[in-house]
Antibody, heavy 126, light 107 residues
Framework: QEQLVQSGTEMKKPGASVRISCQASGYNFTGHYLHWVRQAPGRGLEWMGWINPLTGDTDFAQKFQGWVTLSRDTSITTAYMELRSLKSDDTAIYYC???????????????????WGPGTTVSVSS | DIQMTQSPVSLSASAGDTVTLRCRASQDIDKFLNWYQHKPGKAPKLLIYGATFLESGVPLRFTGSGSGTDFTLTITSLRTEDFATYFCQQSYNESLTFGQGTRLEIK
């Protein structure tokens, strides 16, 4: 069964960093891009960035450039997202999501996410 | 960034109704448009990709159409499990963006 399993709830103080993991199983981890999406309370979905697990290449939405890092460890089919300098409005549920197309070795993605992790709640409060 | 605008923001309907949700892009995105269903406490679910392609396992009562800047998601014969928030997402360029969502509520 193709699935993504994410790490558990995090409670952080403003200014701290958090790292969320996303472990893939049931499919070729390096075959599909992974996207990261968040949803703040009462808000819509916000795409944050992607990683090509095969090459480690990443890209981000402009607002996240410079303070979000995406990485992966192919030996344990796990991707990571680190957010630094957390603020209260970073309180959200963070999702990893697999790109539907198996095009990672081509350096392309479809942009539609067909397998999602359950989400990781990050709460930022003093 | 490409801006995605959904309408209406919320919609009330009854089981058995047919509803149409709309999504407009701030520029031509060809058919690079995806639709998701999102329920509280659950991960989003892909319904439609490439504007018109039904994701595997998604009921045929969901239909996507459109190209360029204007897109629709039509749900026929609404069932109780369809009441959720629906998001469109453009994948025309490498910086993906979502619409703000349409909340479909039971009348």
């Amino acid at each position: 069964q193709e699935q993504l399993v994410q790490s558990g709830t995090e409670m952080k103080k403003p200014g701290a960093s958090v790292r969320i993991s996303c472990q893939a199983s049931g499919y070729n981890f390096t075959g599909h891009y992974l996207h990261w999406v968040r949803q703040a309370p009462g808000r819509g979905l916000e795409w944050m960035g992607w990683i090509n697990p095969l090459t480690g290449d990443t890209d981000f939405a402009q607002k996240f450039q410079g303070w979000v890092t995406l990485s992966r460890d192919t030996s344990i089919t796990t991707a990571y997202m680190e957010l630094r300098s957390l603020k209260s409005d970073d309180t959200a549920i963070y999702y990893c999501a697999r790109d539907k197309a198996r095009w990672a070795k081509l350096g392309h993605f479809l942009g539609a996410s067909d397998v999602w992790g359950p989400g990781t709640t990050v709460s930022v409060s003093s | 960034d490409i801006q995605m605008t959904q309408s209406p923001v919320s919609l009330s309907a009854s089981a058995g109704d047919t509803v149409t949700l709309r999504c407009r892009a701030s520029q031509d995105i060809d058919k690079f448009l995806n639709w998701y269903q999102h329920k509280p406490g659950k991960a989003p679910k892909l319904l439609i990709y490439g504007a018109t392609f039904l994701e595997s396992g998604v009921p045929l009562r969901f239909t996507g159409s459109g190209s360029g800047t204007d897109f629709t998601l039509t749900i026929t014969s609404l069932r109780t499990e369809d009441f959720a928030t629906y998001f469109c997402q453009q994948s025309y360029n490498e910086s993906l963006t979502f619409g703000q969502g349409t909340r479909l509520e039971i009348k």
